[in-house]
């Protein structure tokens, strides 16, 4: 179920950021960049998730974490100073447009790998 969450949130986020980067760029570089990252983030994640052997596991806490970073950073910043976030991108507001899944979705994964890995 996570694995499917993460390679759902990979296509979403990398999807929406390539068709904001081809069509309208200029207008909002950071948060349409910021898109791209995150979609990156969740290929990662995805991938090493579903691969599920040791050094698999480390980069997916990397990805995992960077993740985890990444909403808070981005979401705290959309509110604080919301005209860097004119646009908005998968992290914006927490996760807001997204139903918030991409502020809770990282700290279920580093619970699972960390409940997974005894």
């Known amino acids: 179920m996570l694995v499917t969450v993460y390679g ?4 979403a986020a990398t ?7 081809i069509v309208d760029f200029q207008s909002a570089p950071l948060a349409y960049l910021l898109s ?17 052997d040791a050094a ?6 990397v990805a995992i974490s960077t993740e985890a970073v ?8 959309s509110f604080a100073v919301p005209s860097l976030f004119a646009h ?10 997204y139903g918030f899944v991409p502020l809770v979705l990282p700290f279920i994964g580093l619970w699972w790998l960390r ?4």
């Open 56 to 61: 698999s596991r480390r980069i997916a806490y």
């Open 8 to 11: 759902i949130f990979a296509l």
């Open 115 to 118: 409940r997974t890995g005894r």
């Open 36 to 52: 791209a990252f995150s979609g990156l983030v969740y290929i990662v994640a995805t991938l090493s998730l579903a691969r599920g």
């Open 15 to 21: 999807a929406r950021s390539v068709m904001q980067i």
């Open 70 to 77: 990444g909403v808070l950073t981005v979401g705290t910043l």
């Open 88 to 97: 908005p991108t998968v992290w914006t507001g927490y996760g807001s447009g």
